[in-house]
């Protein structure tokens, strides 16, 4: 079913976003559903680029789009869809890629474990999906799709009980094959990515007509 969306993830998000809207009403809980946002930087391992080919140790953007479900009080999934781009270091010929993830993980509570406060919570999440390349300029033709696993842990601060903000860091493990003939790799990458994020969670969920 994924591949379906592979290279349209504008659709899957739009159906994402329509099945929780419908999901949200139904639910009392406003830890329930949760819409998450974020921006920040991602670093790619050097080793998924082709001889001559290097990228900026540290690049922007990142931006992930993600909802989430609790179905128990510490254990719960999301979806998610991540935006990455890189682009050449100084040694390195000319490129810039982006970098696309699609995402099902698992989703677990440690505040019961970790209590630091009542309004810091930290997550951990794991899951696999597909990471979608696509070279710009140059190199356009050089596009690729592999598997991927992404872990990651999120600290949530919450400002009211519909909004709290996260700093996400995750790690995406690539599953790509070695590109033959090297030339199909110009410009391109199968290797593994770090992402560190900032961003909001909304509530979806909620207790809409308790006041009617």
């Known amino acids: 079913m994924i591949l379906k969306f592979k290279n349209n993830p504008k659709k899957l998000l739009w159906v994402m976003l329509c099945f929780c809207s419908f999901l949200a009403f139904s639910q009392n809980d406003t830890r329930t559903i949760k819409a998450q946002f974020g921006l920040g930087i991602n670093s790619p391992s050097q080793n998924g680029f082709v001889d001559g080919f290097q990228s900026n140790a540290i690049n922007f953007p990142t931006v992930n789009l993600g909802l989430q479900y609790m179905f128990a009080s510490r254990i719960g999934a999301k979806l998610d869809l991540g935006f990455n781009r890189f682009s050449n270091a100084d040694n390195s010929m000319e490129f810039k890629t982006n970098y696309t993830r699609i995402n099902g993980q698992l989703v677990y509570d440690l505040s019961g474990t970790i209590n630091i406060s009542r309004r810091i919570g930290t997550f951990v ?88």
């Open 125 to 212: 999440h794991a899951g696999p999906g597909i990471s979608i390349i696509k070279p710009l300029g140059n190199y356009g033709a050089n596009n690729t799709s592999f598997l991927n696993a992404v872990a990651g842990v999120e600290v949530h601060y919450g400002i009211s009980e519909k909004l709290s903000l996260y700093l996400d860091t995750s790690y995406i493990f690539g599953f790509g094959k070695e590109f033959n003939p090297v030339t199909s790799g110009f410009g391109s990458f199968n290797g593994n990515l770090l992402t560190v994020t900032i961003g909001a969670n909304i509530s979806l969920s909620g207790c809409y007509y308790c006041g009617d």
